[in-house]
Nanobody
Framework: VQLQACGGGLVQAGGSLRLSCAASGRTFRSYTMGWFRQAPGKEREFVAAISWSGGSTYYADSVKGRFTISRDNAKSTVYLQMNSLKPEDTAVYYC?????????????????WGQGTLVTVSS
């Protein structure tokens, strides 16, 4: 599986962005998908995850109520809608796929990674 993330950019605090992650391969619909982020000098951290069906979603406490993860299996794409952005959301955002079907918060459990897209939130 190859993942291609896009949609990052520069936005003012309080603004919104939508990230997309397009996947190759016909097995996308069976994968758990996750979004992670990594700020300069910090470890990669969990942001959100969605089950293969889209029926279950999980969020880090820091983004709960502001970010929404969704997926379109027909388009092999997962999205991250980010609203009410804060300067502390500034990071490189990565999408990831896990073939086990389980929901993982640990980035090491994911099998495939996209290249990352930079989100910068100015104050």
């Amino acid at each position: 599986v190859q993942l291609q993330a896009c949609g990052g950019g520069l936005v003012q605090a309080g603004g919104s962005l939508r990230l997309s992650c397009a996947a190759s391969g016909r097995t996308f619909r069976s994968y758990t998908m996750g979004w992670f982020r990594q700020a300069p000098g910090k470890e990669r951290e969990f942001v959100a995850a969605i089950s293969w069906s889209g029926g279950s979603t999980y969020y880090a406490d820091s983004v709960k109520g502001r970010f929404t993860i969704s997926r379109d299996n027909a388009k092999s794409t997962v999205y991250l809608q980010m609203n009410s952005l804060k300067p502390e959301d500034t990071a490189v955002y990565y999408c990831a796929a896990d073939s086990s079907g389980s929901i993982w918060y640990n980035p090491h459990e994911y099998d495939y990674w996209g290249q990352g897209t930079l989100v910068t939130v100015s104050s």
